[in-house]
């Protein structure tokens, strides 16, 4: 079961990767086309600068959550760390704890409420004529990315300090 769960995390992780450097390609891409049509054709392209936008949009949300996979957030772990030892794993359980929360609050259940709103009043961007829900769901999957590592790393911490007690007693 948990070689099973690992496995599953190491897929779900890759792939959340794989999505991010895919639409970072298609943002370059789209970015140095934009650029090119205006300065050497003189004209650009009407959707390049919309296109960059969106795409800029699932870059920036789904790093964050490859960001928090990696625990490579800033915020996060600096206060945490400036924690003595014996309250630096009691901190972290607190912090993921309202990160997850947060994430579920505003990003899942806000981002998929913003999700059905513009999907339901057919919002169209206006160049590449998208509906902007589409754009928006970036919102509650970057959100549940950072819940469920959330709980991943909460588990992870108080395994930890069971054995750090397990230690402690045996020792």
Do not use: C
């Not at 599953?8 to 140095?32: Q, S």
């Not at 794993?89 to 999700?115: C, E, H, M, N, P």
């Amino acid at each position: 079961m948990l070689k099973a769960i690992i496995k599953l995390k190491r897929w779900l992780v890759k792939g959340l990767e794989l999505t991010v450097i895919l639409v970072t390609g298609i943002l370059v891409i789209d970015v140095v086309w934009g650029v090119f049509t205006r300065y050497v054709l003189g004209h650009q392209s009407p959707w390049t600068e919309e296109l960059a936008r969106l795409l800029l949009i699932w870059v920036s949300l789904l790093g964050a959550s490859i960001g928090f996979i990696r625990k490579s957030h800033l915020g996060v772990d600096y206060f945490v760390n400036k924690l003595n030892e014996r309250w630096r794993d009691i901190g972290q359980i607190i912090v993921y704890l309202l990160v997850a929360i947060f994430a579920y609050f505003v990003l899942i259940y806000g981002g998929s409420r913003l999700v059905s709103s513009a999907l339901r009043n057919s919002q169209p961007t206006p160049a590449l004529n998208l509906q902007m829900g589409y754009v928006y769901l970036a919102v509650p999957i970057s959100g549940f990315f950072i819940v469920i590592f959330s709980i991943e790393n909460i588990i992870e911490t108080v395994n930890s300090l069971l054995n750090k007690k397990t230690a402690t007693s045996k020792g």
